[in-house]
């Protein structure tokens, strides 16, 4: 998801959402420590709620508008660029504002799929195309490269490429779940 030429990496974990109240969010962090867990790159969502569906499921395919925007805005001091980036948005969301860019010349493709790539400022991070709380670009990074953020389509986890100031900077938000991880971090297959 993050090729290996960043010198640290981290894995940003989505909130859950409560089946009975979408608006409820639960925090891996609440549920680790409930179930007296210990976040670690390798926490895969399936054992960390051991079969319950007390605590919902996180949605897959993008990093929440909350966390996106708390994302941005750490990551935004660890770029020259800050008001030059690239997103990029997965054509198949479904999105009104994508189907309407559908003949744009403006993309990005790999192996398995085709992006429509904006540009803007950094913090446009949860607000591309509009504001959809559930949803934020698959793929984005300053001009300078000096970080990529990455989210999987059929995954939930959000996997971040930096400096090793940028990782520690991410890890120590306190309204982040983040742990550090490794290129060789494998994907959770609890999702996807």
């Keep these: 998801?993050?090729?290996p030429v960043f010198s640290?990496?981290?894995?940003?974990?989505p909130p859950t959402y409560d089946r009975?109240?979408?608006?409820?969010?639960?925090r891996w962090s609440e549920i680790a420590a409930c179930r007296g867990v210990a976040l670690t790159a390798g926490t895969r969502f399936d054992d960390l709620v051991a079969?319950?569906?007390?605590?919902?499921?996180?949605?897959?395919?993008?990093l929440d508008a909350r966390e996106t925007q708390t994302l941005?805005?750490?990551?935004?001091?660890?770029?020259h660029?800050?008001?030059?980036?690239?997103?990029?948005?997965?054509?198949?969301f479904g999105l009104a504002e994508t189907q309407a860019w559908e003949d744009r010349p403006m993309r990005v493709r790999t192996t398995h799929r085709a992006y429509h790539l904006l540009t803007g400022?950094?913090?446009?991070?949860?607000?591309?195309?509009a504001p959809v709380a559930w949803r934020c670009a698959s793929?984005?990074?300053?001009?300078?490269?000096?970080?990529?953020?990455?989210?999987?389509?059929d995954g939930y986890a959000t996997y971040l490429g930096a400096g090793h100031a940028a990782i520690d900077a991410v890890l120590a938000d306190p309204t982040l779940d983040a742990v550090a991880a490794h290129p060789t971090t494998p994907l959770d297959p609890s999702y996807g």
């Design 20 to 26: 009975e109240d979408e608006q409820r969010r639960h």
């Design 72 to 79: 941005a805005r750490v990551l935004s001091s660890f770029t």
């Design 139 to 153: 793929l984005w990074w300053p001009y300078d490269r000096a970080w990529l953020v990455a989210t999987e389509i």
């Design 8 to 13: 640290a990496y981290a894995r940003v974990l």
């Design 81 to 92: 660029t800050p008001d030059q980036a690239y997103f990029c948005l997965w054509e198949g």
């Design 51 to 62: 079969g319950s569906d007390r605590w919902g499921r996180p949605s897959d395919g993008g």
């Design 1 to 3: 998801m993050v090729p």
């Design 121 to 129: 400022p950094v913090n446009a991070a949860p607000v591309l195309p």
